[in-house]
Nanobody
Framework: QVQLVESGGGLVQAGGSLRLSCAAS????????MGWFRQAPGKERELVAT???????TYYTDSVKGRFTISRDNANTVYLQMRSLKPEDTADYYC?????????????WGQGTQVTVSS
């Protein structure tokens, strides 16, 4: 069992930065690929970024490439550094842990943290 707790969301002006954190419980953190999803009001949840188990491989959706950076450490935490934020980045952001490779059905979800970008 893995529990995920996100933090770091908030209100920021366009062009600003935020860093989201996701703390994972359990001793098997390194067994999971980690990802960040987001869901804007009235829209479907979308995959934003993923990082492999050893941190050597990352993926970003096109709309955040060059602005967001996903990383993980050895202390059971995964981060999403967000720069040059835009109003369209406003959403609830969710951390996910994936034992497999199918990001359509991650193994575990966090409860979410809200990010609001004002214009």
């Amino acid at each position: 069992q893995v529990q995920l707790v996100e933090s770091g969301g908030g209100l920021v002006q366009a062009g600003g930065s935020l860093r989201l954190s996701c703390a994972a419980s359990g001793r098997t953190f390194s067994s999971y690929a980690m990802g960040w999803f987001r869901q804007a009001p009235g829209k479907e949840r979308e995959l934003v970024a993923t990082i492999s188990r050893n941190g050597g491989s990352t993926y970003y959706t096109d709309s955040v490439k060059g602005r967001f950076t996903i990383s993980r450490d050895n202390a059971n935490t995964v981060y999403l550094q967000m720069r040059s934020l835009k109003p369209e980045d406003t959403a609830d952001y969710y951390c996910a842990a994936n034992r497999g490779t199918n990001w359509a059905r991650p193994s575990y979800w966090g409860q979410g943290t809200q990010v609001t970008v004002s214009s």
